[in-house]
């Protein structure tokens, strides 16, 4: 597992040779001769989007169908950092307001993914196809994230420097980090304002990038989650979306994206199977949505459901 947070290509990091381009143009011609699926997903709870992700790993590994989707939660749901511990919530403000909670495998701080406010992906691709050391995997699996927020309008990059955090419990608020967090404006140095975060874990021999791309903020709603007394103000002043650099609509934001990601490898519009829909029903039941998941990190077997 790769416990990290942050969501054009390799030659916008500063490498200092060529070789990293030549790799990832070799990595992305062996990812586009494969079979990949795109799925612009309906809004689903948490638990049931977590689940999926294992699911499209598990397709991948038996069937060879790769997947890349664009997708949203509802309800808002909060997802944890797999290592977070449980007391930073305040449970009783999501219990109030119909806020989900859930854990992912990967780690990094707690995000509240708005219905609205929140644009998510996912990239499930084998691990043979893609480079071993994690800077290069990043650079590779991040091209369309940042390739669709340019054509957006986004002047969105990886961050070009460290900023200390704020509030770590929150991964909006926590350090940035130029490995893997996208800021924007992506020439602003210091004053540059998260927009994605993004993080990658791996199962059997399958990775697995999700991130969180900011479409608009909710800065009250994200702070309200956690047992914290930081202020909206320093939320934006943190954060920006892609409303505020762009001006579009959502609707447009996720079209754009999922076109991104579905050059990037060539992929056949799709959808997900009737069995994988009912094995992510169960994982989600019995893992992601199971309080001994959210709070312990424990998984619990069917006999114990």
Known sequence: MIDQCGWPAASTRDTGTTLLADSMDQSMTELAGEAWRLIVDDARDGATQMALEEVA???ALEDGLRTVRVYAWEPSTLSLGYRQDAETVDWEVCDREGID????QTGGGGI??????????TIVAPADKVP???MDCYDLFCEPVLEGLQRMGVDADFAAVEQDSIYQPSCYLRDINPAHDVVAPANAGEAAQKISGNAQYRQRDVVIQHGSISYDLEPEAH???FETDTDGETFTDRVTSIREQAGIDREEAVETLATA???WCDAEDGTWRAAELEAAADLAERKFGADAWIRDREVLEASEQ
């Open 101 to 104: 909670v859930t854990r992912r």
């Open 261 to 263: 990601l579905g050059e």
């Open 132 to 134: 071993g050391n994690l």
């Open 57 to 59: 790993a598990e397709t």
């Open 112 to 121: 509240y993914h708005d219905r609205y406010g929140d644009i998510s992906y």
């Open 223 to 225: 702070l309200g989650v």
